[in-house]
């Protein structure tokens, strides 16, 4: 039997031991910090309601960490967690999610599994920003799936839409608070709060990270920017030239000038193709008119516009940070390749 062909069988215990009409799915998790630890939470409170509503049982057969000694908010049998790269690759999985960031070993993850045949689901708006063209077509040539959902916007469907709702309507520019992470420190910030203050708030809630200066630096929504306009132009992510501004070191002083211009502060990001079919995107922080609806969009939310010459102006918001927010992307992505798999399955 083929290496792929052991990669994709189901041990006959297992098919034993599932419940009938459920198609059982093998996850493989590289990461298991905020995201990871979020996505196995959830998937194991909703597994009767996947198992009902969709025919799927997710089973996490091997995770990658970087500590196997760090204390985490799940567990797992005897055997699952390992630190090995390479053992992780040769568990027999179905599905492998990739929530461990950057590009190394985030990157031969991805590649080594899509491969195998095996379909990638990722959060990392890095790998995809600087490889996610080539990865695409990897998964293609190999009959495999690729799905970013959570890299970009956090639980808010802006990837699928325009992967799929949008092809064919003439989009003309994307706006957006893409960083859930700046967006908690200014509304904190206009509410009151020191900088550091805020900081510190959002770091405790899963918002920023320990070291948040992607975020603050405008990397972070770059990076999103770009794999936006890659979906939505065909411009290859690698390719996008993003004008970046920084939030300032302490944007209080922006902030109060702001609400005394009746406006508010946001970290925007921003893309449009003029009519030569150049593509341009930026990134800085904004001043919006308190009546304009980025005003209103508090927290770690993030709001996107779209304008499209066919449909209008799309309006999309939901939370855009922390733990639950992104496993609930991750989770709707694994439940679509579920779904795919159960029905080259059946048949139906």
């Given at each position: 039997?083929?290496?792929?062909?052991?990669?994709?069988?189901?041990?006959?215990?297992?098919?034993?031991?599932?419940?009938?009409?459920?198609?059982?799915?093998?996850?493989?998790?590289?990461?298991?910090?905020?995201?990871?630890?979020?996505?196995?939470?959830?998937?194991?409170?909703?597994?009767?309601?996947?198992?009902?509503?969709?025919?799927?049982?997710?089973?996490?057969?091997?995770?990658?960490?970087?500590?196997?000694?760090?204390?985490?908010?799940?567990?797992?049998p005897?055997?699952?967690?390992?630190?090995?790269?390479g053992?992780?690759l040769?568990?027999?999985a179905?599905?492998?999610?990739?929530?461990?960031?950057?590009?190394?070993p985030?990157?031969?993850?991805?590649?080594?599994?899509?491969?195998?045949?095996?379909?990638?689901?990722?959060?990392?708006?890095?790998?995809?920003?600087?490889?996610?063209?080539?990865?695409?077509?990897?998964?293609?040539?190999?009959?495999?799936?690729?799905?970013?959902?959570?890299a970009?916007?956090?639980?808010?469907?802006?990837?699928?839409?325009?992967?799929?709702?949008?092809?064919?309507?003439?989009?003309?520019?994307?706006t957006?608070i893409?960083?859930?992470?700046t967006?908690?420190?200014l509304t904190?910030?206009?509410?009151?709060?020191?900088?550091?203050?805020?900081?510190?708030?959002?770091?405790?809630?899963?918002?920023?990270?320990?070291?948040?200066?992607?975020?603050?630096?405008?990397?972070?929504?770059?990076?999103?920017?770009?794999?936006?306009?890659?979906?939505?132009?065909?411009?290859?992510?690698?390719?996008?030239?993003?004008?970046?501004?920084?939030?300032?070191?302490?944007?209080?002083?922006?902030?109060?000038?702001?609400?005394?211009?009746?406006?508010?502060?946001?970290?925007?990001?921003?893309?449009?193709?003029?009519?030569?079919?150049?593509?341009?995107a930026?990134?800085?922080?904004?001043?919006?008119?308190?009546?304009?609806?980025?005003?209103?969009?508090?927290?770690?939310?993030?709001?996107?516009?779209?304008?499209?010459?066919?449909?209008?102006?799309?309006?999309?918001?939901?939370?855009g940070?922390?733990?639950?927010?992104?496993?609930?992307?991750?989770?709707?992505?694994?439940?679509?390749?579920?779904?795919?798999?159960?029905q080259?399955?059946?048949?139906?």
């Amino acid at each position: 039997m083929s290496a792929r062909a052991m990669l994709r069988r189901t041990p006959a215990a297992a098919r034993r031991h599932e419940p009938r009409g459920t198609h059982l799915v093998r996850v493989a998790l590289a990461g298991c910090g905020v995201v990871g630890s979020s996505l196995v939470s959830l998937a194991r409170g909703e597994r009767e309601r996947l198992e009902s509503a969709f025919g799927v049982r997710l089973q996490f057969v091997r995770v990658l960490v970087r500590e196997a000694a760090k204390a985490r908010a799940v567990t797992f049998p005897r055997g699952v967690v390992t630190t090995d790269v390479g053992a992780f690759l040769a568990a027999r999985a179905d599905v492998v999610v990739e929530a461990i960031g950057g590009l190394d070993p985030a990157s031969r993850i991805a590649r080594e599994s899509l491969e195998a045949g095996r379909s990638v689901v990722s959060a990392n708006k890095t790998l995809v920003a600087s490889e996610g063209e080539n990865l695409l077509a990897l998964a293609r040539g190999c009959r495999a799936t690729l799905d970013f959902e959570a890299a970009v916007g956090g639980g808010v469907p802006i990837v699928r839409t325009l992967r799929s709702a949008l092809g064919g309507h003439g989009v003309r520019t994307i706006t957006g608070i893409l960083n859930g992470t700046t967006n908690y420190l200014l509304t904190r910030i206009a509410d009151g709060a020191s900088f550091g203050d805020a900081l510190r708030e959002a770091q405790a809630n899963g918002f920023a990270e320990a070291d948040p200066s992607r975020d603050l630096e405008g990397l972070d929504s770059a990076d999103k920017i770009r794999i936006l306009a890659w979906l939505t132009w065909g411009i290859p992510p690698s390719e996008v030239r993003v004008a970046v501004e920084p939030l300032p070191a302490d944007p209080a002083a922006l902030v109060r000038s702001a609400a005394a211009r009746n406006g508010a502060l946001r970290y925007l990001a921003g893309a449009l193709r003029d009519p030569d079919g150049a593509v341009h995107a930026w990134v800085r922080p904004v001043i919006v008119p308190a009546q304009h609806e980025f005003a209103s969009v508090r927290d770690e939310e993030n709001a996107i516009h779209v304008e499209s010459e066919s449909l209008g102006l799309l309006r999309l918001q939901g939370r855009g940070a922390g733990g639950r927010a992104t496993a609930s992307a991750l989770l709707a992505d694994v439940v679509h390749v579920a779904q795919r798999r159960r029905q080259r399955a059946t048949g139906r």
